[in-house]
């Protein structure tokens, strides 16, 4: 078995502070606008706190002699902290982890902050800092939609923020984009897809959006007033963002991911294919799999961050470890948790790692909903992998649903 110093692990970084709070966004963050107006960012309170969980975290046992792989700052929107906060985060973990030769590391930015000579000046500031990926919730290029998304950037906004992504240096980046707002038509988001197109990114996301209860749209929707678009729409979109880009060639990878050759976002494979990964921040989540010693039910750990920025200053300032809501996960949970992210891929599920990870045959386990599913047109499979067809992607939900009513663990 390899030892600890071979298994890389990836990081995620969470800046949880925002210009303003998007109505459909149920992420971990915080608006610095207010009605009385701007306050100021804690950003070096914020950092202090970050190298004080750095410095727990790296003297565990658990995470000790293991480089780091992948870095992901998001958020809120990473790119309102300064290039000179980022690098001292950066030459913190290097020093205390040691990164593995050609490290990914992508920091989230909006349109709004980066479209000007400021912008940049930050964007250089961030590649000379170690970031070598760039991720942008450009979300539409139609001023409509971003108005009723509560965007503050315009469709000029974000090709001048493209522009400065690559006067930068940044050859790779991502755009991320949103489809099935109430009444968008099939003509509108193919016009979206066009812009993001000719633009020409590495990497594009196109997520579904999803009315997520504790935002301001699942407020609306829970009264009745948020107009929202049929799910028979939702699914004519999803089929035309993958042909879409597929002749564009952006091979999709993942549901709502689209990539260009060899441009994969490396740090979100590593959350689907069960790589460790710690979490660092107010409110990041953390995953380690458990020590062979552990009992035979224990799978690994989960654990998250407290969620509120200013208790997350206090708690990580003092002692370093910022973690509540600790949980094992057993052999059970794990079976379903390896559907849902092997799933999600379109590499699908290998019945051999299956085999290694749960001791059994998947083909033999799953025989009935493997042959229901297949019949149904939602997977196909050759070989020693099975897959999500493009109907498949649509109803994933209810796919990963047959398998755990299936499960026996």
């Not at 000790?64 to 906060?85: E, N, V, Y």
């Not at 999803?210 to 935002?215: V, W």
């Not at 699914?235 to 060899?262: D, G, M, P, V």
Request: a negative charge; charged letters at 25%.
């Amino acid at each position: 078995m390899s030892s600890r110093a071979d298994n890389p692990i990836s990081v995620y970084v969470h800046i949880p502070y925002c210009v303003t709070k998007c109505p459909y966004c149920d992420f971990n963050s915080y608006a610095i606008s207010t009605q009385s107006g701007q306050q100021e960012m804690p950003e070096a309170e914020y950092i202090d706190a970050l190298l004080s969980e750095i410095t727990f975290r790296a003297n565990e046992e658990e995470w000790q002699d293991r480089s780091i792989s992948t870095i992901f700052f998001g958020g809120g929107t990473p790119s309102l902290f300064k290039p000179s906060s980022i690098a001292r985060i950066l030459d913190f973990l290097q020093s205390k982890f040691g990164f593995m030769p050609e490290i990914e590391t992508t920091l989230e930015a909006n349109p709004g902050t980066i479209q000007e000579q400021l912008g940049l000046d930050s964007l250089k500031g961030f590649r000379t800092a170690g970031v070598n990926r760039i991720s942008m919730g450009v979300q539409s290029f139609r001023t409509q939609k971003l108005k009723f998304l509560g965007r503050l950037h315009s469709a000029e906004d974000a090709e001048r923020a493209v522009q400065n992504v690559r006067a930068a240096g940044f050859e790779n980046f991502n755009l991320d984009l949103i489809f099935g707002v109430a009444d968008e038509t099939v003509e509108e988001w193919f016009h979206d897809l066009s812009k993001a197109i000719d633009l020409n990114p590495l990497h594009i996301s196109a997520y579904g959006l999803t009315i997520e209860s504790g935002t301001e749209f699942g407020r609306r929707a829970k009264k009745g007033t948020l107009p929202l678009a049929e799910e028979s729409l939702q699914a004519e979109l999803q089929l035309l963002t993958a042909e879409c880009l597929q002749k564009a060639t952006y091979k999709r990878y993942e549901i709502s991911n689209f990539a260009k050759a060899n441009a994969q976002c490396r740090h979100n494979l590593a959350y689907w294919q069960g790589v460790d990964y710690l979490g660092l921040g107010a409110g990041a989540h953390s995953y380690l799999a458990a020590s062979t010693s552990a009992p035979n039910q224990e799978v690994g750990h989960r654990w998250s961050n407290i969620p509120k920025p200013e208790h997350y200053i206090e708690r990580a300032s003092k002692q370093g470890d910022a973690s509540q809501r600790k949980e094992s996960i057993d052999l059970s949970q794990s079976e379903l948790e390896f559907f849902f992210t092997r799933l999600r891929m379109s590499s699908g599920i290998s019945t051999k790692e299956y085999l290694e990870l749960f001791n059994r045959s998947f083909e033999t386990t799953y025989f009935d909903a493997i042959k229901k599913l297949k019949l149904e047109g939602l997977i196909e499979n050759d070989q020693a992998l099975l897959r999500l067809t493009s109907q498949g992607f649509i109803f994933a939900d209810y796919v990963l649903a047959e398998f755990a009513k299936a499960s026996s663990l």
